[in-house]
């Protein structure tokens, strides 16, 4: 089993930063995929940014020049930092892992999530 803890949400301001850490423990392997989800009122969980343990990444459109995710493999944290915040930015936001465990089963994790609201 993994455990997904994030912090950082918060309210900001529009234009402004903030940054989100999800701290993976438990039986983690070496190879895995971290990223971060979004869930907006009334809309479907959208990725947002993943990074692969090799620090590949891939962004949303909607984010792409905004955000950066990043990692720190040897904490098993994943991070995330947000510029030039809009109010469509405002979200729960969810921290993801992905690994082939034992018997080269996909296991999926998911956090508990953390409210970013972006005022206008």
């Known amino acids: 089993q993994v455990q997904l803890v994030e912090s950082g949400g918060g309210l900001v301001q529009a234009g402004g930063s903030r940054g989100l850490s999800c701290a993976a423990s438990g039986r983690i392997f070496s190879s895995n995929v971290m990223a971060w989800y979004r869930q907006a009122p009334g809309k479907q969980r959208e990725l947002v940014a993943a990074?692969?343990?090799?620090?590949?990444?891939n962004y949303a459109d909607s984010v792409k020049g905004r955000f950066t995710i990043s990692r720190d493999n040897a904490k098993n944290t994943v991070y995330l930092q947000m510029n030039s915040l809009k109010p469509e930015d405002t979200a729960i936001y969810y921290c993801y892992l992905n690994q082939i465990g034992v018997r080269l089963v996909r296991e999926d994790y998911w956090g508990q999530g953390t409210q970013v609201t972006v005022s206008s």
């Open positions: 990074i692969t343990s090799t620090g590949t990444t």
